[in-house]
């Protein structure tokens, strides 16, 4: 009789556990509303920073192709022609003096946005300009869809 007593106190103190066990419904819908609030707050500031890193990376790839450009002019006396683009940098072409690829990995790249980089030669105040046409992919806009070029800070 004794073993009897011993596991009805244990079938009791389990019954006893699982009604508190968990949380409430309250309990959940409170957490869900304050980690909604934290993002609610926050979120607009993390994309904010994420439209800038974005703009920055667009100047520093720029700055990078300016840089492959002054090389392939130092090599063959000129710029690339806006017909032959961004992509003379990747391709001889057969033309003497090329010592390139002047780019990493033989390939022109997107800018962060992943629209094509536009390429003027000879440019409005300079031998050439690059441009990035922002998030909107157009000429023109403001804020994050602003066009970068190069040249300007």
Excluded at 55 to 74: R, T, V, W
Excluded at 81 to 90: D, K, P, S, V, Y
């Amino acid at each position: 009789m004794t073993k009897n007593r011993v596991a009805s106190a244990k079938r009791s103190r389990r019954r006893a556990r699982k009604g508190e066990a968990g949380f409430t419904l309250v309990e959940i819908l409170v957490v869900i509303t304050i980690i909604g609030l934290i993002m609610a707050l926050v979120g607009p500031r993390v994309l904010n920073y994420l439209g800038e890193s974005k703009a920055k990376a667009a100047k520093i790839q720029i700055e990078s192709f300016s840089s492959a450009l002054d090389l392939y002019y130092l090599d063959l006396g000129r710029y690339p022609t806006t017909n032959e683009g961004l992509a003379a940098l990747t391709r001889a072409n057969n033309l003497p003096g090329w010592n390139g690829p002047y780019l990493r990995g033989g390939v022109v790249p997107s800018d962060p946005w992943g629209h094509g980089y536009v390429y003027r030669s000879p440019g409005e105040r300079a031998p050439f300009e690059i441009i990035s046409l922002g998030s909107d992919g157009q000429e023109g806009g403001s804020g994050t869809a602003a066009d970068i070029a190069s040249g300007t800070r």
